[in-house]
């Protein structure tokens, strides 16, 4: 069974640059997995961030990008905000209907 | 505005049965796939089935199948997740999601509903 990886942790810096991988335990992610992300502070529901790789959601600034970065998707946070400490989820979409989470990176803006 | 909300969440007994529903508005329900995400206390996300507009094709992951049946009334902009034979790991946190991209990812969230499977 294919598992989707994500870094367990993450530290930024306020004002730095931070990315986040999104990847298979078998294989490359591209767009033909319509990679996307979210964020989710404790306690709330997930907020969408991106979709379909690289489009940001309604309302969601433009610090927040998507990309595919060599084998797998990529969350870049640009200028990154107290705010910003939240656990960020990507999904791939695997076919046959069936879509899986990564396990999540917590993110720590300090 | 779009909103999602879910309902119907408690506590159940093993090898129960409870039925999540999810009502939408602030959109046009009928012509979005919609999908139930759960989040297992202090775990991650899990995708655990999805719907199309006309409800000719339902998907699942492995762990639910059989067990768990997700419906949807266009008439009433609502949303169901029929959840039988309940075991302990069901315990969870559910999401009604709308579906954006034909399926491939979620857009918008409801606040959740949390489901209690303990004797």
């Known amino acids: 069974q294919t598992v989707v990886t994500q870094e367990p ?13 999104c990847g298979l335990s078998s294989g490359s992610v591209s767009t033909s997995y319509y990679p996307s992300w979210y964020q989710q502070t404790p306690g709330q529901a997930p907020r969408t961030l991106i979709y379909s790789t690289n489009t940001r959601s309604s309302g969601v600034p433009d610090r927040f990008s ?27 979409y695997m076919g046959g209907g069936i879509s899986v989470f990564g396990g999540g990176t917590k993110l720590t803006v300090l | 505005e779009v909103q999602l909300v879910d309902s119907g969440g408690g506590l159940v007994q093993p090898g129960g049965s409870l039925r999540l529903s999810c009502a ?33 094709e339902k998907y699942y992951v492995d762990s639910v199948k059989g067990r768990f049946t997700i419906s949807r009334d266009n008439a009433k902009n609502s949303l169901y997740l029929q959840m039988n034979n309940l075991r302990a790991e069901d315990t969870a946190v559910y999401y009604c999601a709308r579906a954006a991209v034909w399926g491939r990812s979620f857009d918008y969230w409801g606040q959740g509903t949390l489901v209690t499977v303990s004797s």
């Open chain 2, 24 to 56: 939408a508005s602030g959109f046009t329900f009928s012509t979005y796939w919609m999908s139930w995400v759960r989040q297992a206390p202090g775990k991650g996300l899990e995708w655990v089935a999805n719907i199309k507009q006309d409800e000719s």
């Open chain 1, 9 to 21: 942790s993450f530290s930024v810096s306020p004002g730095g640059t931070v990315t986040l991988t």
């Open chain 1, 66 to 92: 998507g990309s595919i970065l060599g084998n797998k998707a990529a969350l870049t946070i640009t200028g990154a905000q107290a705010d910003d400490e939240s656990d960020y989820y990507c999904v791939l």
